[in-house]
């Protein structure tokens, strides 16, 4: 008898998956997860790596689970098409998949689907279908809970979501294999059902903002990472000959201060403050989690509304024998750990010179200001060439806030292997 193999060999008749997941996604669904940025065309089959990264976007939820994740997705395609129900998905999902080879799919769809009138059992069948294709490929569904919208705060569309995620979330429970993300309920007021209220709504009350983006990438990541491998880019000493930082573990009291920043910071990480209103203290805390170095703890009053940028020194060199230089090919990676941080208009990290910023999450939140989601995160970017008329080379986090903290932990800044 012939069996349905997955790329590996494995036999799908059963569905059984293993427990460790791929590393490489591609979307599928409606403009949740559509790239609008300009960074590429409206093609829903074009590449999406680097789209993917800004964080300031309402698409920003993939840059947030991937920080949240120490960068272990591979974004490899976009397949969200504005206004498309879950039948449109269904109907495109098989090119998709063969457009852009991927070990998961990120679905999103439904929220169209009440606004064309459907019943709930509609949308579940289109679902269902979508699910099994994918499953059918070898892939894994990750499946996002289906978003609310303000035309459906009423009994019948709070009907319809309720019965939508609900099927959602239990397909995802029986089924082996299939991954559940409930994004919904990260921008979702939990006492009224009503989506994206302050500081989460936007103007059309369909789509999240920057900062509902980043409550939706952390549940994406939460819902991921019991599948991955515990792996990060960065160094175990400061000795590392590969690392170009110079303080790669954030050792040591003697860095610097400015702007009426106080404190001291690891060495050969500076401090410093845009215009504004400063009020920040820099201290050093020990690790508690095993891993190697110090914390160079921001810690961010109520009065401030000045950005605060901390910057790592990196070594460098115009002849290439003792640091960094133009034309290096980088990949270059922050840690960076939250507590308790309100009022964000920015947060940002990765790597800077004079002439081109390349940051992981990309500047100022679009619509207002709120609260980061505690957590760990790693700010990164890969790729990045060093310009020609560049003089110096920083690790750098960029933040505006008014109150938390911020700790800086390990830094990373390699030479990308061609």
């Keep these: 008898m012939a069996y349905m193999k997955d790329k590996k060999g494995t036999r799908l008749d059963t569905f059984d998956v293993a427990p460790m997941i791929g590393m490489t996604a591609i979307t599928a669904g409606d403009s949740t997860v559509y790239i609008d940025t300009g960074n590429l065309s409206d093609s829903p089959l074009q590449a999406a790596a680097t789209a993917y990264t800004n964080g300031a976007n309402a698409n920003g939820m ?3 689970m991937n920080a949240g994740l120490g960068h272990r997705i591979t ?7 504005p206004g498309d129900t879950s039948e449109q998905v269904l109907a495109r999902i098989d090119a998709l998949m063969d457009a852009i080879p991927s070990d998961l799919v990120f679905v999103t769809a439904g929220l ?5 009138g459907w019943a709930a059992s509609r949308t579940i069948t289109a679902l269902t279908a979508i699910y099994t294709k994918i499953r059918l490929r070898g892939r894994r569904p990750v499946t996002l809970t289906t978003q609310s919208r303000s035309t459906m705060n009423n009994t019948a569309g709070y009907s319809y979501l309720a019965t939508v995620n609900q099927f959602i979330k ?4 029986k089924t082996p294999g299939v991954i559940l993300a409930d994004t919904s309920s990260a921008v979702t007021d939990p006492a009224t059902g009503i989506p994206y209220i302050s500081p989460f709504q936007t103007a059309d009350g ?3 903002n920057a900062i509902g983006a980043q409550n939706m990438g952390k549940v994406l990541a939460d819902a991921l990472r019991p599948f991955l491998p515990a792996v990060d880019v960065f160094s175990s000493n400061n000795l590392d000959p590969l690392n170009y930082m110079r303080n790669a573990c954030n050792l040591y009291t003697d860095g610097t201060v400015a702007n009426g920043i106080t404190g001291t910071p690891g060495r050969q990480w500076g401090l410093s403050a845009g215009s504004g209103t400063v009020d920040c203290a820099v201290s050093k805390v020990a690790r508690t989690d095993g891993l190697p170095g110090e914390w160079t703890r921001l810690t961010i009053g109520a009065t401030n509304t000045a950005n605060i940028i901390a910057s790592g020194g990196v070594w460098w060199d115009l002849t290439g024998a003792a640091g960094l230089k133009p034309g290096d090919v980088i990949t270059a990676a922050v840690e960076v750990r939250t507590s ?7 947060f940002n990290g990765g790597a800077y010179h004079p002439n081109s910023q390349h940051l992981d999450l990309k500047g ?3 619509q207002g200001s709120g609260p980061v989601k505690d957590g760990t995160y790693t700010l990164m970017v890969e790729g990045a060439t060093i310009q020609a008329a560049a003089t110096y080379l920083q690790s750098r986090v960029s933040v505006t806030a008014t109150g938390g903290i911020v700790d800086i932990g ?3 800044v390699f030479k990308t292997p061609a």
């Design 410 to 412: 390990r830094a990373a």
């Design 340 to 346: 308790g941080l309100v009022g964000v208009s920015q």
């Design 364 to 366: 100022t939140w679009q």
């Design 112 to 116: 169209n689907d009440y606004a064309q």
């Design 206 to 208: 369909t789509h999240p």
């Design 62 to 64: 993939f840059a947030w």
């Design 75 to 81: 974004m490899k395609g976009n397949g969200g098409v």
């Design 170 to 173: 239990n397909y995802a429970r």
